[in-house]
């Protein structure tokens, strides 16, 4: 596979990458560049964060890259996750290994590195240097990378201490690139932004989109809108059972003839489409029979046109989730110990 082939193996299905022509410069010169992916253990896994976040990580893989996912504990117990009890939030990290190894992450291109691992002095003082270029409005300005709002550092100074750890976290594990959601987006430019004063290697920044919420976006924030393990009817779960997904689905946001803010148009574009190629709508003779829809934009057609029924569109795709994520059942099924306590301290069966 040459450069150019590399290149469009890792912008594909992406909604930003700062800047193309660095990425294409490095991939020319690198066979084997290293990118990472941080996530904070804070709760199970959902089809935003795993299949979106593992796809391109396997599209990077492909293109010769070595990935870290980085399970940021310490992160998680200054966001407070999992009510700050780093034993359960590094039991959560063990249940996400799982996860994307479920997912079919390339576990040979794949290394998995704990916050906790890097924190050293040497790491302590990245931190501080970035804090030093960094000024404070833009610190709080990048607290939404962790789903908080600017004030909330009034009461809880640690929180100020996260942008410049994350930032930190990307010179410490020495990448080339930095990939994460449309919501780690401020890190990243933070990383760049305090690379450039200090003279250190500036990291590409590769983003790909976030998906809304089942409850829809309307005129929301993206990044508020976006779906979320801490609210369980607004996001589909990686091990969801077939019944569970059909019937989240079933009750989702879609209004019919309505393309913006759908998440099941949005699940469409940014999953099925992407992982299978085109979408399956099984529906009786008298409606219209079964319709293979090919292409996004060909879905968009139909559904603006209200020619597709809402209810036959989320049928559709629930059937395509329900398929997808076969293996990931069939992987917790034989690997089911961490999933299985992570559900005893969350206290749910589902």
Same mark, same amino acid.
């Given at each position: 596979m040459?450069a150019e082939e590399?290149?469009l193996l890792?912008?594909?299905?992406?909604? $930003?990458v700062?800047t193309e022509?660095?990425?294409a410069r490095?991939?020319?010169?690198k066979?084997?560049p290293?990118?990472?992916?941080?996530?904070?253990?804070s709760?199970f896994?959902?089809?935003?964060?795993?299949m979106?976040?593992a796809?391109?990580?396997?599209?990077?893989?492909?293109?010769?890259?070595?990935?870290?996912?980085?399970?940021?504990d310490?992160?998680?117990f200054?966001?407070?996750?999992?009510?700050?009890d780093?034993?359960n939030i590094?039991?959560?990290g063990?249940?996400?290994?799982?996860a994307f190894l479920a997912l079919?992450v390339?576990p040979e291109?794949?290394?998995?590195?704990w916050a906790s $691992?890097?924190?050293?002095?040497d790491y302590w003082?990245k931190?501080?240097r970035?804090?030093k270029?960094?000024s404070?409005?833009?610190?709080?300005?990048a607290l939404t990378?962790?789903?908080?709002?600017?004030? $909330?550092a009034?009461t809880?100074?640690?929180?100020l201490?996260?942008?410049?750890?994350q930032?930190?976290?990307?010179?410490?594990?020495e990448?080339?690139?930095a990939y994460?959601?449309?919501d780690?987006?401020?890190?990243?430019?933070l990383a760049?932004?305090?690379?450039?004063?200090?003279g250190?290697?500036?990291p590409i920044?590769l983003?790909?989109p976030l998906l809304?919420?089942?409850?829809g976006?309307?005129r929301?924030d993206?990044?508020?809108?976006?779906m979320?393990?801490?609210?369980p009817?607004?996001?589909i779960?990686?091990?969801?059972s077939p019944e569970?997904?059909?019937?989240?689905i079933k009750?989702?946001y879609?209004p019919?003839?309505?393309? $913006?803010?759908n998440p099941?148009?949005?699940i469409?574009?940014h999953?099925?489409f992407?992982?299978k190629?085109?979408?399956l709508?099984?529906r009786?003779e008298?409606?219209?029979?079964?319709l293979e829809?090919?292409?996004?934009?060909e879905?968009?057609?139909?559904?603006?046109?209200?020619?597709?029924h809402?209810m036959?569109?989320?049928?559709?795709?629930?059937s395509?989730l329900?398929?997808?994520?076969?293996?990931v059942?069939?992987y917790?099924?034989?690997?089911?110990e961490n999933l299985k306590?992570l559900?005893e301290i969350?206290g749910?069966?589902?």
């Amino acid at each position: 596979m040459d450069a150019e082939e590399r290149l469009l193996l890792v912008l594909r299905n992406t909604e $930003e990458v700062v800047t193309e022509d660095e990425l294409a410069r490095m991939l020319e010169e690198k066979e084997n560049p290293t990118a990472y992916i941080g996530f904070e253990p804070s709760g199970f896994v959902h089809i935003a964060q795993g299949m979106i976040c593992a796809r391109k990580i396997r599209d990077l893989q492909d293109a010769g890259f070595t990935v870290k996912i980085f399970l940021a504990d310490w992160h998680a117990f200054i966001n407070d996750k999992l009510d700050g009890d780093i034993d359960n939030i590094r039991l959560c990290g063990e249940y996400m290994k799982d996860a994307f190894l479920a997912l079919g992450v390339n576990p040979e291109k794949t290394k998995f590195v704990w916050a906790s $691992e890097i924190i050293t002095p040497d790491y302590w003082e990245k931190v501080l240097r970035v804090a030093k270029v960094s000024s404070l409005a833009r610190i709080r300005r990048a607290l939404t990378i962790m789903g908080r709002k600017e004030g $909330e550092a009034e009461t809880d100074v640690s929180k100020l201490i996260y942008p410049p750890m994350q930032a930190a976290d990307i010179f410490q594990l020495e990448v080339d690139v930095a990939y994460g959601g449309m919501d780690q987006r401020k890190a990243h430019m933070l990383a760049r932004d305090a690379a450039e004063k200090l003279g250190w290697k500036k990291p590409i920044a590769l983003h790909t989109p976030l998906l809304l919420g089942l409850r829809g976006g309307g005129r929301m924030d993206p990044v508020e809108a976006k779906m979320s393990k801490s609210d369980p009817d607004s996001s589909i779960l990686i091990h969801d059972s077939p019944e569970d997904i059909r019937r989240k689905i079933k009750k989702a946001y879609c209004p019919e003839g309505v393309v $913006e803010e759908n998440p099941i148009m949005d699940i469409a574009k940014h999953i099925v489409f992407p992982q299978k190629g085109s979408l399956l709508i099984e529906r009786p003779e008298k409606w219209g029979g079964n319709l293979e829809v090919r292409s996004y934009e060909e879905l968009e057609k139909v559904f603006a046109a209200k020619e597709l029924h809402p209810m036959d569109l989320k049928s559709g795709v629930a059937s395509a989730l329900i398929e997808l994520l076969e293996p990931v059942r069939k992987y917790f099924e034989k690997h089911p110990e961490n999933l299985k306590r992570l559900k005893e301290i969350m206290g749910t069966s589902k």
